[in-house]
């Protein structure tokens, strides 16, 4: 009698309890491995005062990379100054990073737009390098109250795509992990959201990190890298220029990032095939199509 009690209680300890503890936990290591962490900045705003992304903790965060030359973001705009009154006092907020090099056009267009959330300036042009690089505008991601990026949108969406994301995000209570979210519209799901590290956003070769190299190495590397050319359609740099002249190009990261994994594999790089530029979703602007004299 002892026994059979002892294994009806274990099987019940195991289906209502143990079970459910390990399932939830597997689904949370899973939403954070798929939801990272957003990277704070701390850039300086219209106003003169300083943003940093971490003094939003807890609220839901719609970050926008944007330009005051580039037609989808203005599109996109009237639509976030509605969600921004709309969910404000819910405990959420867009914000506004420009990549224009001068602050004039971006205050005369946050004037003229009647802009109601906090806008910073880009200037250090590393930012956008946390975030993965920006390659088109807009490019904007959806921030939980825990800090961790559920969406990433390349491209002008509907305004009731972020709507009905950012009320997704609003439900959870706390600064727990949104375990229910799923994305809307074009967002890129089901892709890993690449971020960079500080190293890579700090490197001499930007966007890949070479501090594990010896000084010959990086002599050896930057050779190789100077002696191959990047596909992207038309920049006409090697690889290595390209890296330093034009940060956000996926396709001479990605060729500069396989190249740095066969030399710390094999000790030598090695030229291989040449990456693909990715495709996003929704209309979006080339960040390399910006006005010369808004370009690096």
Avoid at 76 to 88: M, S, T, V
Avoid at 147 to 171: C, M, T, W
Avoid at 194 to 210: H, K, R, W
Wanted: proline share 6%; charged share 20%.
């Amino acid at each position: 009698m002892v026994a059979i009690a002892l294994v009806v209680a274990l099987y019940f300890a195991n289906r209502y309890w143990i079970a459910p503890i390990a399932a939830r936990a597997k689904v949370s290591a899973s939403a954070s491995s798929d939801n990272p962490q957003a990277p704070d900045f701390a850039l300086p705003e219209l106003n003169g005062q300083t943003l940093r992304l971490s003094d939003y903790r807890g609220k839901v965060v719609l970050l926008d990379f944007w330009a005051t030359w580039c037609g989808p973001c203005q599109m996109e705009i009237p639509g976030f100054i509605q969600l921004q009154n709309k969910y404000r006092d819910q405990g959420f907020t867009v914000i506004g990073v420009s990549l224009d090099d001068s602050t004039e056009p971006v205050k005369e267009f946050y004037n003229e737009f009647k802009m109601n959330y906090p806008v910073a300036m880009n200037g250090s042009k590393k930012v956008d390098l946390l975030y993965g690089g920006i390659i088109g505008l807009p490019t904007a991601f959806l921030i939980g109250r825990d800090g961790r990026i559920y969406a990433k949108h390349s491209g002008a969406q509907p305004n009731s795509v972020f709507e009905d994301e950012v009320k997704l995000l609003l439900a959870v209570q706390g600064t727990s992990e949104a375990k229910d979210f799923h994305t809307e519209g074009h967002a890129e799901e089901g892709s890993k959201i690449e971020l960079a590290t500080p190293e890579e956003v700090n490197s001499e070769i930007p966007g890949v990190d070479i501090s594990k190299l010896t000084p010959q190495q990086k002599t050896d590397f930057k050779k190789v890298l100077a002696s191959q050319q990047c596909n992207c359609g038309g920049c006409k740099y090697n690889l290595l220029d390209c890296r330093r002249l034009d940060s956000t190009c996926p396709v001479s990261r990605k060729a500069a990032k396989e190249q740095l994994a066969q030399l710390l594999k094999t000790g030598v790089p090695q030229s291989g095939d040449k990456a693909a530029a990715p495709s996003g979703g929704g209309s979006s602007t080339p960040v390399s199509a910006r006005p010369a004299s808004a370009r690096e």
